[in-house]
């Protein structure tokens, strides 16, 4: 079944601990992002991923790392997270040369920095 | 730089009956995509349907019909016939060139389908 997986799926943390949510895909797509969901705000890319080695800033990347060492993951690291932090995060990907197709969602990670 | 607006926070609908909700959009790529999406209250986001700023006719996807105004800047979602399993949020979104595929959201519309 093709998906994108995230983990944890909900997480309660505490200022400055060091974080890592994974993300992974089975659809061999080039494509990968983060994205957080505010209230209000909808959904707002953090990071974005081309392919292997290449990644690059989208709109609100302060505050968060990535890497993208293998095709089928992109992880989010968040160094020192902070109450701002709280949200809810979409890991999503999608083919190079599909510009119809929609981008495919993971289930989402609620996170809770206290 | 690309904006999606959704200037309806909250609808209410009853059951069966049709439902529009509203998405305008400002872009300057002459080529970009449109996109609806349904977030229930369990958080997953699904997709919903698809226009691409070249298309000639309105996209639908069973229930769901894109109302694609180009000259007004306009996608708006059309639901038939509502159904109680509706009620969810919805955001508007669209693609245009450079950032991965990056997804430019609206701030969404809550729906909700009432007896």
């Known amino acids: 079944e093709a998906q994108v997986t995230q983990n944890p799926r909900y997480l309660i943390t505490v200022t400055g601990k060091k974080l890592t949510v994974t993300c992974s895909q089975n659809m061999n797509h080039e494509y990968m992002s983060w994205y957080r969901q505010d209230p209000g705000l909808g959904l707002r890319q953090i990071y974005y991923?081309?392919?292997?080695?290449?990644?690059d800033k989208g709109d609100v990347p302060e505050g968060y790392k990535v890497s993208r060492k293998e095709k089928r993951n992109f992880p989010l690291i968040l160094e020192s997270p902070s109450p701002n932090q709280t949200s809810l995060y979409f890991c999503?990907?999608?083919?190079?040369?599909?510009?119809?197709?929609?981008?495919?969602f993971g289930p989402g990670t609620r996170l809770t920095v206290l | 730089a690309q904006k999606i607006t959704q200037t309806q926070p909250g609808m209410f609908v009853q059951e069966k009956e049709a439902v529009t909700l509203d998405c305008t959009y400002d872009t300057s790529d002459p080529s970009y995509g449109l996109f609806w999406y349904k977030q229930p209250s369990s958080g997953e986001m699904i997709f919903l349907i698809y226009q691409g700023s070249y298309d000639q006719q309105n996209a639908t996807e069973g229930r769901y019909s894109l109302n694609f105004q180009k000259a007004r800047k306009s996608a708006n979602l059309v639901i038939s016939a509502s159904q109680l399993g509706d009620s969810a949020m919805y955001f508007c979104a669209m693609r245009g060139r450079g950032g991965g595929n990056k997804l430019t959201f609206g701030t969404g519309t809550q729906l909700k389908v009432e007896l």
């Open positions: 999503a990907s999608s083919r190079r040369d599909r510009v119809t197709d929609t981008q495919y």
């Open positions: 991923s081309m392919n292997v080695e290449v990644t």
